[in-house]
């Protein structure tokens, strides 16, 4: 079964920064074959796709996110991390890393909470 491992959150003021990381393990094939994504999931929320980077580096985010957060991924290393920078409080969720679209599984995702 796939593993996915994310860090990184916690709290922070708004504009602040963080930088989350996750490290996949157990993937059917090779890490730099599969489209990447971050997710979020607020509280009262559905899971969103807020990042993708695709398997030749090519990054898309959500409107609410761009130019604030970017995605870049480590294939010798099947890691892929999310920058975030000026962060605001409508930021604040559960961040998840998965493939895109998601493999079945997902990992336990790490908390962002963006609060004064």
């Known amino acids: 079964q796939v593993q996915l491992v994310e860090s990184g959150g916690g709290l922070v003021q708004p504009g602040g920064s963080l930088r989350l990381s996750c490290a996949a393990s157990r993937i059917p094939f090779m890490f730099s074959r599969y489209v990447m994504g971050w997710y979020r999931q607020a509280p009262g929320k559905q899971r969103e796709l807020v990042a993708r980077?695709?398997?030749?580096?090519?990054?898309v985010y959500t409107d609410s996110v761009k130019g604030r957060f970017t995605i870049s991924r480590d294939n010798a290393k099947n890691t892929v991390t999310l920058q975030m920078n000026s962060l605001k409080p409508e930021d604040t969720a559960v961040y998840y890393c998965?493939?895109?679209?998601?493999?079945?599984?997902w990992g336990q995702g790490t908390r962002v909470t963006v609060s004064s």
């Open positions: 998965n493939a895109d679209p998601a493999f079945r599984g």
């Open positions: 980077i695709n398997t030749s580096g090519n990054t």
